[in-house]
């Protein structure tokens, strides 16, 4: 038996390895084309991309540019490895579903059992809600901040379980909503070792990734261990590029690293699965859904239970995952119908890679596209409204999750979405109050004002579950008035924190021993809109005296971080 299954697992091997090595041929103009996507990453002495195409379960363009390693001049080649940053969540929900298709875990568990930090939350918190990102459980990333870590200081899976130990109330009730939060799938790496008796990393790489000779794929636990053929990570600063040396060992939602001839492999795994592992892919496929059958649909698209965000790109339905970590930068863009898949793994820190599989994709399957590249505005059926009628929609307006201040204006007799930055796009009529934003390319982004709710905007995007805006009096206030009526020490008792307020130059500033100053502008009343990324905003409410009696920290990925105000006897 054991000759038997030796000999299995060497045919398989073979098989792995003869579809990662074949390459496909494609027309000559299209590959010229493709080839021409990479002239910004074919710059002498500078970070690169490792890239491939799989179509019909063939390797049909696979690309490598640029240097791993600017000091020493080592390229970059199809066994370099990358952090795949958040695209870690994809091989992370894999693994969990392994284990609950086994009979070794259920989706509907209660993960307090199993991680002891979590036993001081009091509502039952299920599996499910953790991969569906629908736990409550504030994300990290902000919180950490706010509790006064330094970014460059390394943050770790124990780091994480003290912040969580830590919390009492949930940003709402489990299974109830979703929140952006990286926090569900770390817990999901504690979970999946806890119960299957190895570590994560151990599961991972022995249970996961050898059985399908990915042995250039590897979990990263230390920032001190030394790995081989790692892409060192960069990124521009002042017009220069210079190593990037911040990182954490975080994991379940990074630190995964690996090449794009182990993905390759990957993917044709999952596509040619059977058994359980077929299973496995098919549930990973299933949109995720909330205990009142809502889908977690976001301007990204719905999201999957593998983690992957479906949309209709130029009429045609396609999957994707992005992530960052540590300046690499991951994504992986597929067409599901027409056996397309793109992948891209870069180490410049930029960000967005992943436009290099859709635009080869607009080449590669041109023919397959129902829709153009872009919205022939001149063809929409619009609805003729006087500028008396445009102006009732005029005004600021606020998102509080996403905490984002818009304004609505008509210049020159067209209604215009204004941005922040100033940045405007014209608002065409189709209904007496509905709108298309005037875009490039083929996205659809509609404006609407509820006939039945004054004074709010909804946004929708691809259509998304639209995001509420609400309409605000914009407040000014002088000096001496903020340090009246907000100045002081607020606290946060679960996490210790406090922050001293006080004017400055008729804003309020926020100082804290480890962050500095803060500063924020009003927007209403009792609104302030913040600097700061992790502090972007904060409200204020009153006792039922009209004082100030303390703020929330309200935004999607915490909600309710409640800091008293100190009353000074």
């Known amino acids: ?14 098989t792995f390895e003869t579809y990662a090595q074949h390459q496909s041929a494609i027309p000559q103009d299209i590959e010229k084309t493709i080839d021409s996507l990479f002239n910004p990453w074919k710059q ?68 307090r ?22 736990s409550g459980i504030y994300d990290y990333q902000a919180l950490k901040s706010i509790c006064g870590w330094d970014y460059t200081e390394n943050f770790s899976q124990k780091d994480i379980l003290r912040l969580v130990a830590l919390q009492k109330k949930l940003a709402f009730n489990p299974g109830t909503d979703y929140s952006e939060a990286d926090i569900n799938f770390a817990l999901l790496a504690e979970l999946i070792g806890n119960v299957s008796g190895k570590s ?41 590029t210079i190593l990037n040396n911040s990182g954490n060992t975080v994991l379940g939602i990074n630190n995964m690293y690996s090449s794009i001839d182990d993905l390759i492999l990957w993917e044709y795994h999952i596509n040619s699965a059977s058994g359980n592992d077929q299973k496995i892919v098919q549930q990973m496929n299933g949109i995720i859904k909330l205990n009142d059958g809502r889908t977690n649909s976001t301007s990204s698209g719905e999201l999957t239970l593998g983690q992957l965000y479906g949309h209709k790109e130029r009429g045609l339905f396609s999957t994707y995952i992005l992530g960052s970590g540590s300046g690499h930068d991951s994504s992986i863009f ?13 180490n410049n820190g930029d960000g967005y890679n992943g436009y290099l599989g859709v635009i080869a994709a607009h080449n590669i399957l041109e023919e397959h596209f129902t829709e153009p590249e872009t919205t ?33 204006k008509v210049i020159n007799d067209t209604l215009r979405y204004v941005r922040t930055n100033g940045n405007t796009n014209a608002l065409i009529p189709l209904e007496n109050n509905k709108f298309q934003m005037k875009v490039q390319f083929d996205d659809k982004i509609y404006i609407e004002f509820p006939e039945d709710e004054t004074d709010v905007m909804e946004f929708q995007y691809l259509g998304a579950e639209p995001i509420r ?8 206030y002088n000096t001496q008035e903020i340090s009246n009526l907000f100045g002081g020490v607020y606290i946060n008792h679960e996490y210790n924190i406090m922050y001293s307020a006080m004017a400055d130059n008729n804003k309020l500033k926020l100082s804290n021993v480890k962050n500095g100053d803060i500063s924020f502008t009003p927007i209403t009343s009792i609104l302030f809109s913040g600097d700061s990324w992790f502090l972007r905003s904060i409200e204020f409410t009153k006792d039922k005296n009209q004082k100030i009696n303390g703020f929330y920290v309200k935004n999607n990925a915490i909600r309710n971080l409640w800091f008293e105000k100190v009353v000074v006897n």
């Not at 805006?469 to 000014?476: G, M």
């Open 376 to 408: 022939n505005f001149n063809t929409l059926k619009t609805k003729s409204l006087s500028k008396k009628q445009l102006q009732k929609f005029e005004g600021h307006y606020w998102d509080q999750l996403g905490e984002l201040s818009r304004d609505i």
């Open 200 to 240: 994560f990393k151990n599961y991972m790489e022995e249970d996961i990734f050898k059985p399908i000779g990915m042995t250039n794929t590897f979990i990263r636990t230390n920032l001190t261990t030394m790995h081989q053929n790692v892409a060192h990570s960069y990124r521009s600063e002042d017009d220069k």
């Open 1 to 14: 038996m054991r000759i038997l299954k030796l000999v299995c697992s060497f045919i398989l091997l073979l």
């Open 469 to 476: 805006f609400e309409k605000y009096i914009l407040k000014a």
């Open 113 to 134: 059992k199993h991680i002891k930090e979590l036993q001081s939350i009091k509502q039952v918190i299920t599996v499910k809600d953790l991969l569906y990102g629908a």
């Open 44 to 111: 002498p002495n500078s970070p690169g991309v490792s890239f491939a195409i799989i179509k019909d379960g063939k390797v049909i363009s696979k690309k490598n540019y640029g240097l791993s390693d600017i000091e020493n001049k080592t390229p970059i080649t199809s066994q370099t490895r990358f952090n795949l940053g958040q695209s870690s969540a994809h091989y992370t929900a894999y693994a969990l579903l392994k284990l609950v298709t086994e009979g070794k875990l259920s989706l509907g568990d209660d993960v």
């Open 334 to 346: 597929k067409f599901p119908t027409q056996n397309y898949t793109a992948i891209a793994l870069s």
